[in-house]
């Protein structure tokens, strides 16, 4: 049930993202991640700590931004897929 929801919030996230709304698709994602973490989903904590990377890099903050890329590092990692893994390797900024 947790995954479930934590899925709608994520796409309804995606949806916000792409209208434009990136305040809004951020507060989802944070939500969404509040579940994964409950049940330890590592995709879905890769995918949203990804997807709040690149709302934090496209405001300007790089702090952020890094910390994000680094939360879905390690759970790409442990995710154990390389789709995902390379998809989070092109994620802003470049690791160092």
């Known amino acids: 049930e947790q995954v479930g929801l934590a899925n709608t919030l994520k796409s309804l996230g995606g949806l916000e993202l792409a209208e434009g709304a ?29 997807l709040l990377c690149l709302i934090a890099f496209g405001r300007g903050d790089t702090g952020a931004a890094m910390e994000y890329r680094r939360k879905a590092e390690a759970w790409a990692d442990l995710s154990g897929s390389p789709n ?13």
């Open 22 to 50: 990136p305040e809004v698709a951020e507060s989802l994602f944070q939500r969404a991640c509040g579940l994964y973490e409950e049940v330890q989903e590592p995709v879905g904590l890769a995918v949203s700590n990804g």
């Open 84 to 96: 995902i893994v390379a998809w989070v390797k092109k994620l802003p900024p470049p690791s160092t």
